[in-house]
């Protein structure tokens, strides 16, 4: 598994994943978003293995099995899946209807379509324990619905009625382990287990909820695929999910189906040599480099008088059967908090980083969300950066003007 970072292996043929342009120490950073592109090395050594090849005759159809509920899943994806998490450990498939969408964004859309009610007088309330993912109320309110409506943190909700839950776990943006909050006798809930992948926190047991949606991006990284699925319990919650994407998107593109079933199933073989010498697992490799940088930033932040990490209990993970340190896992986001009144997102800014403020999952602005998925020469830029910022912070920089955003009391 070793120097697959440094492999100059690259198929000529291929496609690159995004413009990438070389950093100067005048560049602006983007750590807003959670592009998975660091695992491109891992993919790119396993060459043809994930090679595919479509006809221009083949998949001409809309439809892919008219037998099952979710008419447009392509068989092998289905089993692909079935066999990823049965390798991981990470989720019940027995007895789930299969239900694929554009990405798990399309399919919590679908989710709330299901639960809620037309005949309903009033909309349903949406909530989601804070910090809670932005996208969530972003896409609650964009289409102004009368079927839900975005209430926001679950933590302050008290309303009398029927609601919906969206407990994320691992959480975006804290990497926080998460159940339901609200408990009340009419909620439903959607779990968002897009994170709860062995590189990215310990896999402690089979999750078995009603509703539950998983990602293709963040499982592999192939976020440019927009491939995700949700395993449903119900029937007739799969039947009007499968509705809502047959009148949204009528169905779901069959090349990036059949990919993503080609690539999860190089993954689950991946897992059985999972530990031994002869390992090519994608889950070990990228645990490592979440681990390494997460330890770098750990390394930077322990040097500020006033900036901090969230910190979590060990726990044993039975996929690799092992345990973790006390630290946000290897989450994909750093969660940086300001014991001061900081504003860190304007901060960064100042210092040319784009973060995600706070106020937007929920939380105060002394609180930025940091993408760890950033290619390797920014990431580096960031900490460099981030360690002038300290300096300037714990007054260690004689002469610095302060920063407009620096309230230190």
């Given at each position: ?235 007739e919650l799969a039947r009007k999910m499968t509705e809502y994407m047959q009148i949204s998107s009528i169905g779901v593109s069959k090349e990036s189906q059949l990919r993503a079933a080609k690539i999860l199933g190089v ?143």
């Amino acid at each position: 598994m070793g120097g697959l970072e440094n492999d100059a292996t690259y198929n000529q043929n291929s496609v690159p994943s995004t413009n990438k342009t070389s950093l100067s120490p005048d560049s602006i950073i983007n750590l807003d978003q959670g592009d998975p592109t660091l695992f491109e090395p891992y993919w790119r050594k396993m060459g043809d293995k994930c090679t595919l090849v479509i006809g221009g005759c083949d998949l001409m159809s809309y439809f892919s099995d008219i037998g099952n509920i979710c008419w447009f899943l392509q068989p092998q994806l289905g089993d692909a899946i079935k066999g990823l998490h049965r390798a991981v450990g990470n989720a019940v498939t027995d007895g789930r209807h299969f239900v694929v969408g554009t990405g798990s964004t399309q399919l919590f859309m679908a989710a709330i379509y299901a639960l809620s009610s037309p005949s309903a007088s009033h909309p349903v309330s949406l909530v989601a324990a804070a910090p809670y993912y932005s996208g969530y109320k972003d896409q609650a309110e964009f289409l102004r619905s009368g079927l839900y409506k975005w209430e926001g943190d679950a933590r302050t909700f008290d309303k009398d009625g029927p609601y919906i839950e969206v407990v994320t776990s691992p959480n975006n943006p804290d990497g926080a382990i998460r159940e339901a909050v609200v408990n009340l006798g009419e909620g439903k809930l959607v779990y968002d287990l897009a994170y709860y992948w062995p590189q990215y926190t310990p896999i402690t047991h089979p999750l078995d909820h009603d509703i539950m949606l998983f990602t293709f991006s963040k499982c592999t990284g192939h976020a440019g695929s927009r491939i995700g699925w949700a395993l449903v319990k119900d029937r007739e919650l799969a039947r009007k999910m499968t509705e809502y994407m047959q009148i949204s998107s009528i169905g779901v593109s069959k090349e990036s189906q059949l990919r993503a079933a080609k690539i999860l199933g190089v993954l689950s073989e991946g897992c059985q040599n999972l530990g031994t010498a002869a390992s090519e697992n994608f889950f070990e490799y990228s645990h490592r480099i979440m681990r390494e940088r997460w330890e770098s930033l750990q390394n930077v932040v322990k040097n500020s008088k006033i900036f901090s990490l969230p910190k979590f209990p060990q726990d044993f993970c039975n996929f690799t059967g092992k345990y973790t340190d006390s630290n946000p896992g290897d989450a994909p986001f750093a969660w940086l908090h300001s014991k001061e009144d900081i504003d860190w997102e304007s901060l960064l800014r100042e210092h040319k980083i784009i973060g995600r403020s706070g106020e937007k999952f929920g939380a105060d602005q002394k609180y930025v969300r940091i993408s760890m998925f950033s290619p390797p020469e920014a990431f580096t830029l960031f900490l460099e950066r981030l360690s002038a910022i300290i300096d300037i912070t714990n007054g260690n920089v004689a002469g610095g003007e302060e920063s407009s955003v620096i309230k230190c009391s």
